[in-house]
């Protein structure tokens, strides 16, 4: 048998990204200049991320579509 490649997932076993999402929401509301209120991010946890962003978009009147909002999420991540 040949092997020509692997898929190894390092997530929860060499890496930890877990905490990084917990606080994505949070972060990016301060990153805009907004104060999450008490509870958001048990809100935000059962959410896609679209559906977080549109959450952002109802309830804190974030002035962006829900596209913009995940593409800053997306680049603050990557920054991390």
Do not use: C, K
């Not at 104060?35 to 809100?43: D, Q």
């Amino acid at each position: 048998m040949n092997i020509t490649g692997a898929i190894f997932d390092m997530d929860g076993t060499l890496l930890d990204s877990m905490q990084m999402w917990d606080n994505v929401g949070q972060n990016y509301l301060r990153s805009i200049g907004l104060e999450p209120r008490e509870g958001f991010r048990e809100i935000l946890r059962p959410l896609s991320l679209r559906q977080a962003a549109e959450y952002m978009i109802e309830d804190y009147g974030v002035d962006r579509t829900p596209e913009q909002i995940m593409e800053e999420i997306d680049h603050g991540i990557e920054r991390r």
